[in-house]
């Protein structure tokens, strides 16, 4: 179904129909446009090169445009129904979909609904002033993309509410505008969605890591029976692919000109020279990655056991598992702590399901390290590589939580943590360094020193194109 862009609010689910309905969310938008300006990116501009959907297809769904910021179309755009989908898991699986919330799930439902839709406005808050510091104006021109997009994804998840929650639902969206990142008396739901985003080399770590917890979190709602969620979030997954692919192509970069810096120079640190020390990017790395495995709750819970079995929420990729489906006798091995040892244990697979999708993250996250240390090695650099820290590293939720565990997974007293943090995690003096080379470069085509260039522009547009105009 094409977008209808006639509409005060562009959309493909007949809004015009529902009067109502478009009444309300007609009186939601200019709420989201006040937040927008009050918390959106502080960087005026006259114009910037963005991508719009059109279509929810898979070929061309995109346009790109010149647009004036304030003024991006956002909208609500669920993937195509398929009339034949049927539940692929649980106790109703084989079932239909559900096209109505059912009355026994609306309020899990409901929750699931608002926890996702209140980080995506979050990123637009904590990544509000990057805009001041760019590398380049093509890095610029995709912050913007990724803010209006994580707004878009807020139109979504408000969307749902306002179609099917009625009174509470109407609620809900309202508070999603009221809470703030890093707000004392309402900050958003989740840790990591308070933590600062000051610089740039976090807001590549931010959209390699925690966009990348979004990507794993949409893709078990994408498998939920509530089929209104499963095609909102089948389209917000296409538009969150770039969102990732800022943040490798970031980090890429990033590690390139350090290699480059190395090898000049024959040293290791290469902040003399304007660069970003490995051990620097080392140590970002393993902030954004362990507050990014917060996300992930709990390893073992029995309200994701329920939303399994009920239907509410599926595994990563669902369907290409080759189990039953349901998971009564299932059995997941888990790390855990006993004795002061990390021991493995195996546990009930339907209370074990955050930890099933943490690994497949984990994985995922592991494919940017080997990319990384490739561009390390075929840049001259050897002996030096980037990696994961051990996963219960700095964690503040599950079984790790208090406990003081070192990246390579040695359990120590607090003392030794605390002696060795300023090796693991970010200082005040790494971050005053990669702070002093926060300088805007708004020439077209001109890129900052700390960092290589990218290697294509946008949609086949040149490097030195104008990506945004003042
Ligand atoms: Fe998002
Ligand atoms: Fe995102």
Known sequence: MSIDYTERIPNNVNLAEDRRLQRALESWQPAFLHWWGEMGPTLPTQDVYLRTAVAVGKEGWANFARVKVPEYRWGIFLAERDPDR???????????????????????????????GDTEPASVEQQRRLGLTAPSLYDLRNLFQVNVEEGRHLWAMVYLLHAHFGRTGRDEAEALLLRNSGSEDSPRILGAFNEETPDWLSFFMFTYFTDRDGKYQLGTLKESAFDPLSRTCEFMLKEEAHHMFVGTTGVDRVVERTAVLMREHDTDDVAPFGGIPLAVIQKYLNFHYSVSLDLFGGETSTNVANYFTTGL???????????????TDAVTTVEQIDGGRIVTADLPAL??????????????????ITRWNRILASNGVTGH??????????????????????????????????AGRPAWLPTPADKAHVESLMRPVYEPGKIAAWLAPPRNGINGQPLDYEYVRF
């Open 385 to 418: 590589g980037l990696r994961l820290p051990h996963v219960g590293f700095n964690r503040k939720v599950g079984l790790f939580a208090g406990c003081h565990i070192t990246p390579d997974g040695r359990i120590v007293g607090a003392a030794a943590w605390e």
């Open 351 to 368: 209370t074990a399901l955050n930890h099933d999708l943490r690994t497949a993250y984990i994985a995922d996250c592991q494919t940017g």
């Open 313 to 327: 929420k599926g595994r990563w990729q669902e369907e290409r598992r080759r189990d039953d489906h349901v998971l």
């Open 86 to 116: 049927r539940i692929a898991f649980g106790q109703h699986k084989g079932e239909p979909v559900w096209q109505q919330v059912p009355g026994e799930h609306r309020s899990s439902l409901q929750r699931l609904i608002v926890v996702q």
